[in-house]
């Protein structure tokens, strides 16, 4: 059996360990300028939250994630 990789950064293996902490049900809301958050909550999203919801604060806005539903597809 071969060793595992050890090619990987920090960055990497914390938005791994954070996107294991997001539940299904999860809603975040989180500030801008947070795009290691952001990369967490899609891998989430990718591998075992597909129901998470993620908001984030641009400025003096409240931006929501755009659902399918919402905008009328499939």
Same mark, same amino acid.
């Given at each position: +059996?071969?060793?595992?990789?050890?090619?990987?950064?920090?960055?990497? =293996?914390? /938005?791994?360990?954070?996107?294991?902490?997001? *539940? %299904?049900?999860?809603? +975040?809301? #989180?500030? #801008?300028? /947070?795009? +290691?958050?952001?990369?967490?909550?899609?891998?989430? *999203?990718? /591998?075992?939250?597909?129901?998470? =919801?993620?908001?984030? =604060? +641009?400025? %003096?806005?409240? #931006?929501?994630?755009?659902?399918?539903? =919402?905008?009328?597809?499939?």
């Amino acid at each position: +059996m071969s060793e595992p990789s050890k090619d990987y950064t920090t960055d990497e =293996i914390l /938005t791994i360990l954070m996107s294991r902490e997001v *539940k %299904n049900d999860d809603v +975040m809301i #989180v500030g #801008v300028a /947070t795009p +290691m958050v952001w990369a967490a909550f899609t891998l989430a *999203k990718l /591998t075992h939250a597909p129901d998470a =919801i993620y908001h984030y =604060i +641009m400025g %003096n806005s409240f #931006v929501y994630e755009p659902r399918s539903k =919402i905008l009328g597809s499939s």
